[in-house]
């Protein structure tokens, strides 16, 4: 049956291009997920006087990610990093440390940018956090370079070439979490 699997847009912007691209991941998926859009924008900014009264919208985030089988993060470069509401809702996640929801999920993150090198510094960053949190990062790397007509209006990748590297990406993610399944039940 379907992985189950939470999609994380590092972006906070309504006309997104990283959004449009996890739409169009999503699609490339096809059946063998069950795709679920997490809200990262209307966490609060971490400050841990709040941790006694964690809002509703926190229990959410990390409860939705909690039962996530695998996790797909794609998200915008900003100054050469990690946007800071992705930021933001990973160290919600991270804590408290003995119930950090990062630690063992299987992690595919990719990400897009009009510029040329597409978020490839910016997932560095992404990546050295997420593996100091315990979580497993797979399936290699992919860096999109956004051109306006990238994705269509029916989320399908227009350009062939892309459409099959990130098709082989996918493949590779996809079918690591599907190994790991076994492992998670008796975790
Ligand atoms: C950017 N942008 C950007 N692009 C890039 O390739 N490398 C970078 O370091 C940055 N830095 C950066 C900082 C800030 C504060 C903003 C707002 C933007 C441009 C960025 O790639 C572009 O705005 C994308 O459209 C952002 O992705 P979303 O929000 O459309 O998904």
Redesign the pocket.
């Known amino acids: 049956d379907k992985l189950d699997l939470a999609v994380i847009?590092?972006?906070n912007?309504r006309?997104?291009?990283?959004?449009r691209l996890a739409r169009a991941l999503v699609r490339l998926a096809g059946d063998r997920v069950q795709a679920r859009f997490i809200r990262i924008d209307d966490l609060p900014i971490y400050n841990q006087d709040l941790e006694p009264g964690r809002t509703p919208e926190v229990h959410r985030f990390t409860a939705e990610l909690a039962r996530a089988e695998a996790i797909l993060i794609v998200t915008?470069?900003?100054?050469?990093?990690i946007p800071a509401v992705l930021k933001n809702a990973i160290d919600w996640g991270s804590k408290p440390a003995d119930r950090n929801v990062w630690r063992d999920k299987v992690v595919a993150i990719t990400g897009?940018?009009?510029?040329a090198?597409?978020?490839a510094?910016?997932q560095q960053h992404l990546r050295q956090v997420l593996g100091a949190l315990g979580a497993l990062v797979v399936g290699g790397e992919a860096y999109v370079s956004?051109k306006p007509d990238l994705v269509e209006a029916d989320d399908r990748i227009a350009v062939e070439a892309t459409r099959e590297f990130l098709g082989q990406w996918l493949d590779r993610f996809l079918g690591v979490a599907s190994r790991m399944r076994p492992l998670r039940a008796v975790a």
């Open positions: 847009v590092g972006s912007r006309e997104s291009i990283n959004r915008p470069e900003h100054n050469r990093s897009a940018s009009p510029g090198i597409g978020t510094v910016g956004f």
